[in-house]
């Protein structure tokens, strides 16, 4: 299987379309990606092509909000509980046997809390820069673990977390920045961090630039992260459904933390988990913070992985990613 290409389906059930991208045998072992904010089941290309070839079903939707996928208007729509139960009917969809969950950036979340609410579907666990909170992936469960020898309280009191607050009071002007320009929001996002920046996050200070970025940075296409034919897609696919689904993800603090009060067992988990940190994560600063410490009690399992890379590894570094992931699966025979 040396020439491996993406298949686009669609799942429609009762209550929500899916939109998502497939490669491998359909016979093989179940692998589901699962992206961040704000991306396609493309951004996953490099892993599920390697996969793929080892004879893995591969499959990454494009999440609630994105890529075609069902966009509800309101922001309730957003919790974490309805994007995991669209990953419920996808995986019912596709046979339901105990998979390979793999997710990055907010995709994380959503996958740890499969794991938690759903464990039967779950053969095993990959997240990448995102730990796992059995108490919630939310604001009062991060603020307390903001490094303040790098983010001083009186100065940063929300931390490398402030641009969160941002959308909570400014969640329409937030989307609109989005909007204005989609080909330059996405090429200002999906760029390496430059070498001069930190140690403290840029987005520490969103509320007092009064937004994500000055309205003249405009960094143009060359050395964004994706390649020509996924940023296309990006751009058709953003500035037709817009980023008022994917800005929502960050309103529903009080409904997620309480869903995961709801998860059996207060949320341990005891599958084999395997974490990749980004030892260059500005915002998701797991290796030189105290972020990753909940989850080395949450999960008796675990498995951790340093990549030299930003935010965005699977881009970044999609062989030492693809490779620690290969190495594990096989090594655990979870083949």
Known sequence: MDNVELREDVMITARHKTVWFECGPKNGPLMIFVHGWPALGT?????????????????????????????????????????????VELH?????????WVGHDWGAPRVWSVAAHHSDRCKAVVNLCVPYFSRGFALPTLLPL???????????????????LYYREHFIRAVADCERDVENT??????????????????????????????????????????????????????SSGFGGPCAWYMNDAANLAYAARAPGFGKLSMPVLFLHADGDLTCNTVH?????????????????????????????????????????YGRKLA
């Open 186 to 239: 996405i090429c200002r996002l999906y760029r390496r961090v430059p070498e001069n920046v930190g140690p403290e996050d840029p987005k520490a200070t969103t509320r007092a630039r009064g937004g994500w970025f000055s309205a003249d940075y405009r960094p143009g296409r060359e050395g964004v992260l994706l390649s020509d034919e996924d940023l296309e897609m990006f751009i058709s696919a953003y500035k």
């Open 92 to 100: 019912e969809a596709l046979g339901g046997q105990p998979a390979v």
């Open 289 to 329: 913070s105290r972020l990753a410490d909940p989850m080395r009690e949450d999960c008796t399992d675990l498995t951790e992985v340093t990549i030299v890379s930003g935010h965005y590894l699977t881009l970044e570094q999609p062989e030492a990613v693809n490779s620690s992931i290969s190495e594990w699966i």
């Open 146 to 164: 903001v490094d303040r020898d790098l983010y001083p309280a009186d100065k940063f009191p929300a931390g490398q977390w402030d641009y969160w």
């Open 43 to 87: 951004v996953w290309r490099s892993q599920m092509t390697h996969f793929a070839k080892l004879g893995w079903r591969c499959v990454a939707p494009n999440m609630r909000g994105m890529g075609g996928s069902s966009a509800p208007q309101q922001i309730s729509e957003y919790a974490t509980e309805e994007l995991v139960q669209d990953l």
